[in-house]
């Protein structure tokens, strides 16, 4: 049936265009209208997820319209679009986000309050989206925020998990997890049932003549339906609203599969769909680690598959030479997880499109770009070759040949180094054989980027250094993460906002963050320094009451908060952190209480989620917790040191904890953490780092100046010599650190065998992480750290010319590198109205 109304009926259509409110009244009419119809509620019924849902609901309708149009105009225009692939969308929530957007907070924060409501206590009803386990899939959600305000025609897809990553509960100093069911009520979800894809798994190939050629057939041995889900993403203060596509799964060929529900078996027909539903059921807890599950690979395939069929029908629209696809589509690979993309398009064109394998070829390599997020050997993917070959038999072949034909011109160019082919070969010759995903996705790709400048140059010369000499140089790049100043400034810090932009000509700065600079001609102005205080202030006191809240802890809002929040990881180093602090403690309680009086207040903030079975970082929060109970009771101490475990760290807290920070901690072992973003954002709110040389720290003390940074510890060229001499040579621990050691096993934080495992990490077991290498170096900088916060008025002006500084680091700059460097797109200009 023709879905498109005839031209003589169009002008009913046109009468009737909806128009979306503009202001109060307008605003007010549609909330009360969602309460009353949507929801089913009154005024004498209307609660605060009510007044929340209706908000939603009037907002959601706003981007609708904004949403359909740039469709329509993407469509029309049918320039090159973007499509990035990613396995995580870390959104948090998205009230504030599109009330901001859309330029219409006020409006809605004087509706609400004349209907009743507190805004900020209704933006606090939403759940967060948590489709994602912390930095790649935060990076994913800023990108998508700058895609659309830079009006970049873009489209996210993934998966569309009925749990996301679980909800942290500290029980008894132990992290238990807890199902993140969240999608009771999704305002900001459009389930598109008419828009479905079959994917298959399993089954064979078989070789059939059509036409005199032969062709592989894949027949399939199971299909489940891929239902996409659409999710809108504003752009700020621009009409362009970009679409994120999730896809979900079910079981095809309707509810049920009726030749078993007519034959009487029931219960299996419904088994049958459950099973079909798992694949996108529930987002895999690891960050920085794969585990390598079946049903892992299943998501991923599910995923890519459906997308790519999507990709590929909306190419086909505009009747365009197969050639032509390196130009209307460029496809971007979120670290390895969707690599499969690379060999799904190719069986498409070749298989199902009939092209010849180099023309194919061709047109892959040209729209595949593909990002590394990390070195760490264990979070590099691999495959067992058995696992593929069962799940998509047709895959495991044209990676064979994929493989084949990338050996044979390596052999070519490099006939003197029979190792090299070994080295790079897709297949790694083990027990079991296994499929490289990194080296298929550089092979498949025609550009490879790190995420940080430190970072995209240890993968050159590390794990990707063959091929820097197979390809040259120039297929690899970098590109420096950012984060979108929107969310991460405006939304999370209003007043301090605010004040900037009363310094910097109004909010132009949040479209281009680089206008910062004209703060630092202000750092000397004593009023604005004082303002600038004072929200600072404002924002620990909120923390302190969140932290009373829900630890029952009281801190004093006058003490240096010192914040570590992130992922638990022991090459993040919580564990020298929390040392640190156990060392603190222990200076503290030596001196008279003459010399305490003197010391610095300070409280310590930890938060951050473990991998459920990562059970060293289970243990380095149970130590904290520990350390807790013992250092926040001690009447000796009182407010000079207080330590806070934060549970369920999110985006939302994230919002409310990174303007609330003096210091936060950046501490990774040098050459591990491939850039960070929260650093980013600490600095964007008006706090100091201590930090590692590592990561994107490098490029913000390259931008801040040295001067405003505290930088401790190794450097990443020394790191492999110093684990080369822990194993070979002879092991001293530092001196300090062997005290807090001692302290811990003579039982001041509770049974010493539950923390023996860390110790021996350190002691025994050969430091991988340099904790002991490091630890003089950061404890000599935290107190460089205490000396510096004495002077508050050096403090602040730090802060402030920090942040005058951090233009740089906004994601649009990032995305408009891709844009040029990798995708070779443009922006879709919009006349606004
Ligand atoms: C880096 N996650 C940060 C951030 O670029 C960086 C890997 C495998 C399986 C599951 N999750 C992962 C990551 O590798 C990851 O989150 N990497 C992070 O990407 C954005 O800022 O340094 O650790």
């Not at 993460?481 to 939304?491: A, D, E, M, V, Y």
């Not at 010319?801 to 649009?812: C, H, I, K, L, P």
């Amino acid at each position: 049936v023709e879905a498109s109304i005839p031209e003589p009926q169009r002008e009913a259509w046109k009468r009737n265009q909806i128009t979306s409110f503009t202001d109060k009244d307008g605003f007010e009419k549609e909330v009360v209208r969602h309460v009353e119809t949507t929801l089913a509620r009154s005024m004498f019924n209307c609660d605060e997820i009510a007044a929340y849902s209706a908000t939603s609901l009037a907002f959601r309708d706003r981007l609708i319209t904004h949403w359909n149009r740039t469709q329509q105009r993407q469509t029309y225009r049918d320039t090159k679009r973007v499509y990035y692939l990613s396995l995580e969308f870390l959104m948090g929530r998205a009230l504030d986000n599109a009330m901001l957007n859309v330029g219409l907070k006020n409006v809605a924060q004087d509706g609400l309050a004349e209907l009743g409501f507190r805004i900020e206590d209704v933006v606090k009803q939403e759940h967060d989206a948590a489709l994602g386990n912390g930095g790649l899939g935060r990076l994913a959600a800023c990108f998508l925020d700058s895609l659309a305000t830079l009006n970049f025609p873009a489209w996210g897809y993934g998966l569309r998990y009925r749990y996301g990553i679980f909800k942290q509960e500290i029980i008894d100093g132990y992290q238990v997890e807890v199902p993140d069911y969240w999608l009771d009520f999704n305002p900001w979800e459009f389930p598109r049932h008419d828009v479905t894809v079959d994917i298959q798994f399993f089954g064979q190939v078989n070789k059939k003549t059509v036409g005199g050629k032969t062709i592989s057939v894949w027949e399939a041995g199971e299909i489940v339906q891929a239902v996409a889900y659409d999710v809108p993403i504003p752009g700020y203060d621009t009409p362009t609203t970009n679409n994120l596509r999730l896809w979900s799964s079910k079981a095809s060929g309707g509810e049920f599969d009726f030749q078993k529900f007519n034959s009487g078996d029931y219960e299996s027909s419904v088994a049958d769909q459950q099973r079909a539903e798992t694949i996108s059921a529930v987002l895999y807890p690891n960050d920085n680690l794969e585990r390598g599950k079946e049903l892992r690979l299943k998501q991923q395939y599910f995923w890519v598959a459906a997308s790519l069929y999507d990709i590929v029908r909306r190419f086909k629209k505009s009747r365009r030479s197969w050639n032509e696809f390196p130009d209307q589509v460029a496809i971007q690979l979120n670290d390895t997880h969707p690599t499969l993309a690379i060999v799904e398009l190719q069986r498409i064109l070749v298989d199902v499109e009939g092209l010849e394998w180099d023309n194919a070829w061709e047109i892959v390599t040209s729209t595949f770009g593909y990002t590394n997020h990390t070195v760490l050997p264990e979070a590099l993917e691999k495959w067992p070759v058995g696992l593929v070959q069962h799940l998509l038999p047709r895959h495991l072949q044209i990676i064979y040949d994929i493989n084949l034909f990338f050996l044979q011109s390596v052999e070519k160019a490099f006939p003197d180094d029979r190792d090299m082919l070994r080295r790079v070969s897709i297949i790694e010759e083990s027990q079991p054989k296994m499929v490289r995903m990194a080296f298929l996705a550089i092979v498949g790709s025609h550009k490879v980027n790190g995420v940080a400048e430190l970072h995209s140059d240890l993968i050159k010369t590390t794990i990707f250094k063959d091929f820097v000499e197979i390809y040259g140089p120039d297929k690899f790049t970098n590109v420096t993460n950012g984060i979108t100043p929107r969310r991460w400034l405006h939304q999370a810090n209003p007043r301090l906002s605010e004040l900037i932009a009363s310094k910097c000509g109004g909010n132009d700065f949040l479209k281009d963050l680089t206008i910062l600079n004209q703060l630092e001609k202000h750092v000397e102005d004593k009023q604005f320094r004082k303002e600038w205080a004072e929200i600072k202030y404002a924002n620990k006191v909120r923390l302190a009451k969140h932290i009373k809240d829900t630890t029952g802890v009281v801190v004093n809002p006058a003490s240096l908060f010192d914040v570590q929040v992130k992922r638990i990881h022991e090459y993040k180093r919580q564990q020298l952190n929390i040392f640190g602090v156990i060392h603190r403690y222990l200076s503290l309680k030596a001196m008279t209480p003459d010399q305490r009086k003197k010391q610095l207040p300070r409280v310590s903030i930890f938060g951050g989620k473990a991998a459920p079975g990562y059970w060293m970082a289970k243990q380095i929060i149970h130590l904290i917790n520990s350390v807790g109970a013992v250092v926040n009771k001690d009447e000796d101490i009182g407010d000079l040191l207080k330590v806070i475990f934060l549970e369920d760290y999110n985006v939302s807290k994230a919002e409310m904890i990174c303007p609330a920070s003096d210091i936060s901690e950046h501490i990774s072992t040098a050459g591990t953490e491939a850039s960070g973003t929260s650093n980013m954002k600490f600095v964007l709110n008006g706090g100091l780092i201590i930090g590692t040389c590592d990561g994107a720290n490098i490029e913000i003390t390259r931008e801040i100046g040295e001067s405003n940074i505290f930088l401790f510890g190794n450097l990443s060229e020394d790191v492999e010599d110093l684990r080369h001499a822990h194993t070979y040579g002879s092991h001293t621990i530092d001196s300090d650190l062997d005290k807090v050691f001692n302290e811990i096993e003579k039982g001041t934080f509770g049974t010493p065998h539950d923390f023996s495992a860390m110790i021996a990490a350190v002691r025994q077991h050969g430091d991988y992480y340099l904790v002991s290498d490091d630890f003089h170096s950061y404890i000599e900088t935290h107190q460089l750290v205490d000396e510096a916060y004495r002077n508050q008025d050096e403090w602040i002006a730090k802060c402030i010319t920090s942040v005058s500084r951090m233009g740089f680091f906004t994601s649009d700059r990032c995305i408009n590198e891709y844009a040029e460097e990798i995708w070779n797109v443009e922006p879709l200009v919009v006349d606004r109205h």
